[in-house]
C-alpha cells in the first residue's frame, strides 16, 4: 500500500539558511499534519492543512511557513535556520479532516550547522 | 484538551502480555482515547483508538472503564520489535482540527 512521501530524507543546512521540506500524501487523503520532534523529545504539532486551507497552527516559529497545492503535496518553508532547528520532520496524512488516525511519513532529518 | 499520565518505562519478556496504563482524570465527554507506537527514528504510528468499553484489532486491545478516567493498552504477546514507545493521547472529536498532542510515552522494553 501507498505510504506518505517525504523528501529529503537527509537535510544539512548552515545557521541562517533557508530549507523546504516536501510532503506527498497517501492518495485520496485530504489533510496533511506536520510534527517537529527534536532529539529525545516527543513530537510537536506545528500546522495542519484540510483540502488545501490552513485547518490549525501549532508552535510553529514565524520564520516557518506551510502550504498545501492542488494535488495535496505540502511543502514547509524553514527561514533563517536556527541551531534549535535540527529536528526530525514528519508530516502525516489522514483520509478524512475529523479522525485521530493519521499515517506518518519517514520524516526528514534536519541539521543545522 | 485532557492532560495524559502514563509511566515512563515498562520492561517484558519475551510471549508476555503487557499492559499500559494511561491516566486522565479530566477527560471531556466528547473525547476519544488514541494509542501510538513510535520506533527510534521513525514516525509515530497509529495502534488502536476508542471511546468506551473494549476495543480489538488485530494488534492490541484497548480497555477503558466505565468512568474513562484511564484506560489500558493491552499487547498480547510481545515479541523483540515491540520494543518501542507508546503514546496515549486524548482528543476532542468535535474538535476543527485533530492534531495529535503528544505528552510523554511510556518506553517499552521486551527483552528476549
Known amino acids: 500500500a501507498a505510504g506518505v512521501i517525504q523528501s529529503p530524507r537527509h537535510l544539512i543546512k548552515e545557521k541562517r539558511e533557508t530549507a523546504t521540506l516536501k510532503c506527498y500524501p497517501i492518495p485520496r487523503h485530504d489533510t496533511v499534519y506536520w510534527y517537529q520532534q527534536g532529539p529525545g523529545q516527543d513530537p510537536q504539532f506545528l500546522i495542519s492543512f484540510y483540502e488545501k486551507m490552513q485547518s490549525d497552527k501549532g508552535s510553529i516559529p514565524d520564520r516557518f511557513s506551510a502550504q498545501q497545492f492542488s494535488d495535496y503535496h505540502s511543502e514547509l518553508n524553514m527561514s533563517s535556520l536556527e541551531l534549535g532547528d535540527s529536528a526530525l520532520y514528519f508530516c502525516?496524512?489522514?483520509?478524512?479532516?475529523?479522525?485521530?488516525?493519521?499515517?506518518f511519513g519517514p520524516g526528514t532529518r534536519l541539521t543545522v550547522t | 484538551l485532557a492532560k495524559t499520565t502514563q509511566p515512563i518505562s515498562m520492561d517484558s519478556y519475551e510471549g508476555q502480555e503487557v499492559n499500559i496504563t494511561c491516566s486522565h482524570n479530566?477527560?471531556?465527554?466528547?473525547?476519544?482515547i488514541t494509542w501510538y507506537q513510535q520506533f527510534p527514528s521513525q514516525g509515530p504510528r497509529f495502534i488502536i483508538q476508542?471511546?468506551?468499553t473494549k476495543v480489538t484489532n488485530e494488534v492490541a486491545s484497548l480497555f477503558i472503564p466505565a468512568d474513562r478516567k484511564s484506560s489500558t493498552l493491552s499487547l498480547p504477546r510481545v515479541s523483540l520489535s515491540d520494543t518501542a514507545v507508546y503514546y496515549c493521547l486524548v482528543g476532542d472529536i468535535g474538535d476543527s482540527s485533530y492534531k495529535l498532542i503528544f505528552g510523554s510515552g511510556t518506553r517499552l522494553l521486551v527483552r528476549p
Open positions: 476508542g471511546y468506551k
Open positions: 502525516a496524512s489522514s483520509p478524512q479532516a475529523l479522525s485521530y488516525e493519521q499515517y
Open positions: 479530566n477527560i471531556a465527554t466528547n473525547d476519544y
